[in-house]
């Protein structure tokens, strides 16, 4: 059974730093795309960033480029998103997501999905 589960999410102030973490667990993940979605109150889920597991291609949404970076983890089948320079429109469910289909920016292409951790950035 496959599991993605997410840590690092927090309260900080505009201009902070979180790293957020996610462990994937119970299948390979080569040549899956990786990726962090986010969810505010009333709005849609939007993508993020994501990265090929396999060859570690990345790609972001314009709003969190130069700010954000997404990476294989240290440990052993972790996805990290290094989140820099936050800043109070960055406050969201963060969630990590794995894809057979590289590269998709589009949620329903997504085949697992962690439960989410909450971000929250004060101004």
């Known amino acids: 059974q496959v599991h993605l589960v997410e840590s690092g999410g927090g309260l900080v102030q505009a201009g902070g730093s979180l790293r957020l973490s996610c462990a994937a667990s119970g299948r390979s993940f080569s040549g899956y795309g990786m990726a962090w979605f986010r969810q505010a109150p009333g709005k849609e889920r939007e993508f993020v960033a994501a990265i090929n597991w396999s060859d570690g291609n990345t790609y972001y949404t314009d709003s969190v480029k130069g700010r954000f970076t997404i990476s294989r983890g240290t440990a052993k089948n972790t996805v990290a998103l290094q989140m820099n320079r936050l800043k109070p429109e960055d406050t969201a469910v963060y969630s990590c997501?794995?894809?057979?289909?590289?590269?998709?920016?589009?949620?329903?292409?997504?085949?697992?999905w962690g439960q989410g951790t909450q971000v929250t950035v004060s101004s």
């Open positions: 997501a794995a894809s057979a289909q590289w590269f998709s920016s589009t949620p329903s292409t997504y085949d697992y």
